[in-house]
């Protein structure tokens, strides 16, 4: 393995991540596990040089306090404990430590290499791979958002052919987003990659329905069948990758964090579907996902991508779906999209978008009365996707993007800025 590693123990803290980003902005990788993993399981880990025994307000679960296995104590490794009574430890703090009694014992105690970055990351997680997946196959769902793509894009450097990619283009995609995602797997990086078009199927199934609820069970469940039916068809696969990634494993819950909301990326498939989970972005931040892509090659349209909800533009298609609206919603998006990229807020804007409702108003074209629907565009900056403010948008770019929607995009006769932010209106509308 290329980089020395520091494991934390996560014993109820509500800082494991700060400590571990704390870690690894000295340079030094960083890994958070359960209270309760075995010898074997830490001996399984490779170039660990140092174990933080991270106690805290949620050590006690079901009136119980968790401790970690004593046999752990005997193994040799230099250890410290934080706010963890009962402890064996020689050094016990209070509380986290400073930077300076952090340095102290990640280089002088631990004698840690600060030889953390992308390029290493990478390189142990190719050999990590090849070591769990031997000449096994492995299957992965690449929606094309980021996290998807990154795995895929490691997982085709470690295994290559042995990769099989599916991407289910539901119909709900922005312009031009499936052939992206072929254009880049399949032409440049030779993915052995499935294109499933099931836009029919899925606009024949939300036909009529208006409930956003209900919209939205229908596009997850469509969408796990669809693929189930793809690996059906598929033999010898015994692995399946995701693109789980650190976030995620703390929003559905660890052993002693309360779960925040179940996340797709975990679980979500058929209990029949018996395959062993390959996750190689299990302990990374956003950032560093992002990262690790750059670093594979991978374009930076796709790696700094906007957020977008899995149902896509099947939201922001408002009510009942119609392909009439849904194409307005398209490409009044990617009208909204290329002038944003132009302007340069791009960069600037964290999530940008167009919703089209279901009712129709009244204007004029041509010298005659038109009954036509409306873009609503968005446009929000937040930091952690629960509160959210409205980008105050240049006069001339908004008044660029409005001439540009009228003429262009049909059956739209109105263009409006909606200027709520969060709370009480979510990002989304449905
Ligand atoms: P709301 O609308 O709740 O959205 O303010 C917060 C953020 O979450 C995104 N979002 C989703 N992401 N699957 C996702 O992966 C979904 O079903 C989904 N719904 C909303 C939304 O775009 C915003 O960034």
Not at 157 to 173: E, F, S, T
Not at 397 to 413: H, M
Request: proline share 4%; glycine share 8%.
């Amino acid at each position: 393995m290329k980089q020395d590693m520091i494991v934390i123990l996560d014993l109820g803290s509500t800082e494991n991540t700060v400590l571990a980003r704390q870690i690894r902005d000295m340079g030094v990788y960083s890994e958070i596990h359960p209270h309760d993993i075995t010898v074997e399981e830490l001996k399984a880990l490779d170039n660990v040089k140092g174990i933080i025994l991270n106690g805290g307000e949620n050590r006690v679960v079901d009136g119980q306090a968790v401790e970690i296995r004593p046999e752990l104590y005997g193994l040799g490794y230099p250890m410290i404990s934080v706010d963890y009574p009962g402890s064996a430890c020689e050094t016990q703090l209070q509380k986290l430590p400073d930077e300076e009694a952090l340095r102290h014992f990640v280089f002088n105690i631990c004698r840690a290499q600060a030889n953390w970055n992308m390029k290493n990351f990478i390189e142990d997680q190719v050999e990590l791979i090849r070591r769990q997946v031997g000449d096994g196959k492995v299957l992965l769902a690449l929606s094309g958002g980021v996290d998807s793509s990154v795995v895929a894009a490691l997982l085709i450097k470690a295994i290559g052919k042995q990769l099989v990619c599916v991407h289910v283009n539901h119909g709900l995609m922005r312009k031009n987003e499936s052939e992206s995602v072929i254009q880049v797997f399949r032409d440049q990086l030779h993915a052995n990659l499935i294109y499933v078009d099931a836009s029919e199927r899925f606009l024949g199934k939300l036909k009529n329905v208006a409930d956003p609820e209900q919209k939205r069970k229908i596009i997850g469940g469509e969408f796990i069948r669809v693929f189930e039916e793809e690996a059906r068809k598929l033999e010898g696969i015994e692995f399946l990758g995701q693109g789980t990634i650190y976030p995620d494993i703390i929003e559905s819950g660890t052993k002693t964090a309360k779960m925040v909301k179940s996340h797709h990326n975990v679980g979500g498939l058929p209990e029949d579907l018996q395959f062993k989970l390959v996750e190689p972005l299990k302990q990374l931040f956003k950032d560093e996902v992002r990262a690790c892509g750059i670093e594979l090659g991978l374009p930076h349209s796709m790696v700094y991508r906007q957020p977008f909800p899995g149902p896509g533009l099947g939201v922001r298609c408002l009510g009942a779906i119609t392909r009439d609206r849904l194409e307005a919603v398209r490409e009044s998006d990617a009208i909204l999209r290329e002038e944003f990229e132009k302007a340069g807020l791009d960069k600037k804007v964290w999530q940008y978008f167009t919703v089209v409702p279901d009712f129709k108003s009244v204007g004029v074209k041509n010298n005659a009365r038109c009954f036509d629907y409306m873009v609503i565009i968005r446009a929000i900056n937040t930091i952690d996707a629960m509160s959210a403010s409205i980008e105050r948008i240049d006069w001339d770019v908004l008044q660029r993007i409005t001439e540009r929607i009228l003429a262009e995009v049909e059956n739209v006769n109105r263009v409006c800025y909606d200027m709520s932010p969060k709370p009480p209106a979510t990002i989304e509308f449905e």
